[in-house]
């Protein structure tokens, strides 16, 4: 069964089927793991191989496209009725002459939708320029759309049973860290602080169980905390070096990312001491401001207006939305935090504002996750904003 009421998943539909409308768009094809799932429930490890959900404006329900091994699984997450959900056979599998596009294809022909105005995810990691070459060569009469993050944008406001469960997120994010601080030590490998943070992860609270992160723990130790988006090696934790991590708490898929920076001995260098403080200070005011009705451009001004008497400069945008998501990204590639965005933030965004700072010599991150609230803001998790010692 899926995770949220069906009424929950048929006003998504109803409200994806309004921006399709808006868009020009008659059928709807979605390969986005995160996308599916928002749509259907749908919840497997399948991603690997070529699958959809198919949204039409003329079809109540929409329809799973899987490979045949992985239609119990659908049949098992979603509610879905049996008649949509659609199997292929396996020898479409990596097949040199047959393709899961040619699948979906026929059946689209056999909806009467080969003639439609199809909208593709053009820009999303499991929509191959393959993918796209077939459907467009099985569908010769069909008109394709560019429908790239159509249903990423619909998915930006959350309900409340998703605030539920970002909530819980935010309760197992506590646990991930209190876990790395408590096993980052002096003289231990990286790979077992690594281990025991997954553990955390995976586990959970007594109440509700943990889950695989889109991204895995991010580690920087030493040298490089010059740099984001490294892992970790067997190399051993150093005295009087800084460990930057990008960790997140996981429920059902549904993420509170939290980045912290352990300095491990009684006195960080000077300059990340100051980083820090800039950093910090910035954060809490640009905190301060952020509320419904003002827009993205406007929090990202807000944080260089909180920084400009230092010498600290951020390229990189300052956050961006996040919800429900699969590898390789917790990310919705909706909302960012920089000029030019000038989305209006609303009450039940959520939003991950990480004002990492990078140098040659030292690095700092640490970051807020915040639900839009009537008046404000609120954290999903309580944890201090703070460089950490040991």
Not at 52 to 63: I, R
């Amino acid at each position: 069964m899926p995770v949220f009421d069906v009424s929950e998943y048929k006003e998504r539909i109803r409200r994806t089927k309004e921006s399709m409308q808006e868009r020009g768009v008659d059928v709807l094809v979605v390969s986005q793991p995160a996308n599916m799932n928002y749509l259907t429930g749908y919840d497997g490890w399948s991603f690997y191989v070529h699958q959809a959900v198919v949204v039409a404006l003329d079809q109540e329900e929409p329809m799973w496209l899987g490979r045949g091994m992985d239609a119990n699984g659908a049949r098992l997450t979603t509610f879905l009725s049996q008649d949509n959900i659609l199997e292929y056979a396996d020898d479409y599998v990596q097949s040199l002459t047959k393709h899961p596009m040619h699948f979906i294809a026929d059946v689209l022909k056999e909806k009467g939708w080969d003639r439609k105005r199809v909208g593709v995810e053009m820009d999303q990691f499991y929509f191959t320029h393959r993918n796209y070459v077939e459907l467009e060569k099985s569908l010769p009469n069909a008109t394709f759309v560019d429908a790239n993050a159509l249903v990423n944008w619909v998915r930006v406001v959350k309900s409340e049973a998703e605030i539920t469960f970002l909530q819980r997120a935010g309760k197992i994010a506590e646990r991930v860290v209190d876990t790395a601080v408590r096993e980052i030590n002096v003289g231990v490998r990286e790979c077992d602080a690594a281990a025991e943070i997954a553990r955390a992860q995976y586990r959970g609270t007594e109440e509700f169980a943990g889950d695989y992160p889109a991204i895995v723990p991010l580690m920087m130790a030493g040298e490089a905390t010059s740099t984001p988006h490294l892992t970790w090696t067997e190399r051993k934790y150093e005295a009087d070096e800084a460990v930057l991590l990008e960790l997140s708490g996981v429920y059902r898929h549904y993420h509170a990312p939290i980045a912290r920076t352990i300095f491990l001995g009684s006195e960080p260098p000077k300059l990340m001491r100051e980083t820090a403080d800039v950093v910090l200070e910035g954060l809490e005011k640009t905190l301060e401001f952020v509320k419904p009705g003002v827009t993205a451009e406007q929090v990202e001004e807000a944080w260089r207006k909180a920084i400009a008497h230092s010498t600290v400069v951020k390229e990189s945008r300052l956050g961006y939305s996040i919800g429900v998501n699969y590898p390789p990204d917790w990310g919705e590639q909706t909302i960012s935090l920089r000029p030019g965005d000038k989305t209006v933030i609303t009450e039940n965004m959520v939003l991950h504002l990480i004002p990492g700072i990078w140098y040659k010599e030292v690095g700092f991150e640490v970051d807020a996750t915040i639900r839009i609230t009537p008046s404000g803001n609120e954290s999903l998790y309580e944890y201090p904003i703070e460089l950490i010692t040991k």
